[in-house]
């Protein structure tokens, strides 16, 4: 079993920066897999990056890529989205999830491999 807690959200104007980060606690093997998603009150939830407990950056959303990084710290049982250049449509809540064995079935953009999730921690963006 794997409790995540997310934390780092706050308000930030439009080309700022924050600093998610989320704690893992429980046991987490090479194979997992790290995610951050992002969920707007109707809409759906949405993948915004993903890594490997043992390093490797998996994928980033496209809406994304070259402003956000993504990153942890196996010895604090830690991982990090670190967010520059946010724009209002950055604005939601953000979810760290984890896949304990992530098998290459689904998509590492969808939420089926995730099987635990933290609560959440809101971003809002102002313009």
């Known amino acids: 079993q794997v409790q995540l807690v997310e934390s780092g959200g706050g308000l930030v104007q439009a080309g700022g920066s924050l600093r998610l980060s989320c704690a893992a606690f429980?046991?987490?093997?090479?194979?997992?897999?790290m995610a951050w998603f992002r969920q707007v009150p109707g809409k759906e939830r949405e993948f915004v990056a993903a890594?490997?407990?043992?390093?490797?950056?998996?994928d980033y959303a496209d809406s994304v890529k070259g402003r956000f990084t993504i990153s942890r710290d196996n010895a604090k049982n830690m991982v990090y989205l670190q967010m520059n250049s946010l724009k209002p449509e950055d604005t939601a809540v953000y979810y760290c999830?984890?896949?304990?064995?992530?098998?290459?079935?689904?998509?590492?953009?969808?939420?089926?491999?995730?099987?635990?999730w933290g609560q959440g921690t809101q971003v809002t963006v102002s313009s």
């Open positions: 999830a984890v896949s304990s064995f992530y098998s290459g079935v689904y998509s590492i953009r969808s939420l089926n491999p995730y099987d635990h």
């Open positions: 429980g046991r987490l093997s090479g194979g997992a897999v």
């Open positions: 890594i490997r407990w043992s390093g490797s950056i998996l």
